[in-house]
């Protein structure tokens, strides 16, 4: 696992660079030139459902071909340093714990200053619901809930495949992840299409979005939040939500910061209620973002921790 924590710190140093070669981008490049292919919307429902099952079969096989071969190549150089070093680099652009602190803080900043406007425009750079009509406290949510599930996403569970099976099995999660994130809506377009894919990112995210959900607790109790609330409000309320591993994110924060998260929001002009999430103890403000990011961080940390400590005793014969 040193591999992972000098990935991690690749991370804080240089973040996640904007470039259209990022190989997230090329996976996403990938899906929408083969959806591109696939997709016509006059197929029948069960047609639709094929393909699109087709669609992450196709992707998931030519990214994990590809990085594996990659990987192949870089383990025939006869330095397990550089080997180590490269292969961070390569771990280091499926997590995101900067680029979320860093949408956090920016927006803090803009709430911090009163532009509300300039914080409704840049909330909806990580959201899908609109945002033009959003309240401050509203926008404290939303980037609130996104950085607690991208904790998942973004950080907990490409490290945890890559602790299962390196950095090819890392970027086959990425890549099930920007599935998802592409066509796993129930719309038209995608209700269909998108479902193989949606489901297969809830398959995978489960044993992740739990890990982070109990290491939330274990961070509140460290920075001196409400640990004991947050796993009351673990318990109570994460099956609430949505997804079925959402919840385990965003109620544990809910609980650990005295906030209630979920509420009504709108996506395309129609208003959806999503049920709450946490106690409205306190009032949801800016202060409760970077709250949320110093949690974020803490779980990332300790899973690190956890899992460095399991390699080196499993390293040493003791299992």
């Given at each position: ?187 038209d377009r995608y209700m269909y299409f ?126």
């Amino acid at each position: 696992m040193v591999t992972a924590i000098i990935a991690f710190f690749m991370d804080a140093v240089m973040g996640d660079p904007r470039s259209k070669l990022h190989p997230v981008v090329l996976i996403g490049n990938l899906i929408a030139g083969i959806e591109g292919m696939l997709y016509s919307k006059d197929d029948s429902d069960n047609r639709k459902l094929i393909l699109g099952g087709f669609l992450v079969v196709l992707v998931l096989l030519f990214t994990f071909t590809v990085v594996n071969g990659i990987m192949n190549l870089v383990n025939l150089l006869d330095n397990v340093y550089v080997i180590t070093l490269i292969e961070a680099f390569f771990l280091s652009f499926t997590i995101s714990p900067k680029i979320q602190a860093a949408a956090g803080k920016e927006l803090y900043d803009y709430l911090a200053a009163d532009d509300q406007e300039q914080a409704r425009y840049k909330v909806g750079w990580i959201v899908g619901r609109d945002t033009e009509e959003l309240t401050p406290g509203e926008v404290s949510r939303a980037t609130i809930e996104t950085i607690a599930e991208n904790t998942v996403d973004g950080i907990i569970a490409p490290l945890f495949y890559f602790a299962i099976g390196g950095v090819p099995l890392a970027f086959l999660y990425r890549a099930v992840n920007t599935l998802d994130s592409m066509v796993g809506y129930k719309n038209d377009r995608y209700m269909y299409f998108g479902r193989v894919a949606a489901r297969t990112d809830d398959v995978l995210g489960y044993i992740p979005a739990r890990i982070t959900g109990l290491l939330f607790v274990v961070s509140a109790f460290i920075l001196g939040y409400d640990g004991k609330k947050a796993w009351q409000i673990l318990r109570r309320d994460a099956a609430k939500h949505p997804s079925p591993n959402g919840g385990w994110a965003e109620a544990t924060v809910a609980g650990a910061l005295h906030i209630r998260l979920g509420g009504f929001n709108s996506y395309f002009g129609r208003v959806h209620f999503r049920e709450y999430m946490g106690d409205p103890i306190e009032e949801l403000g800016l202060d409760h973002i970077m709250k949320t990011i110093r949690l974020m961080y803490t779980d990332t940390i300790l899973f690190l921790i956890i899992c460095h400590l399991l390699f080196v005793i499993c390293s040493v014969g003791v299992f």
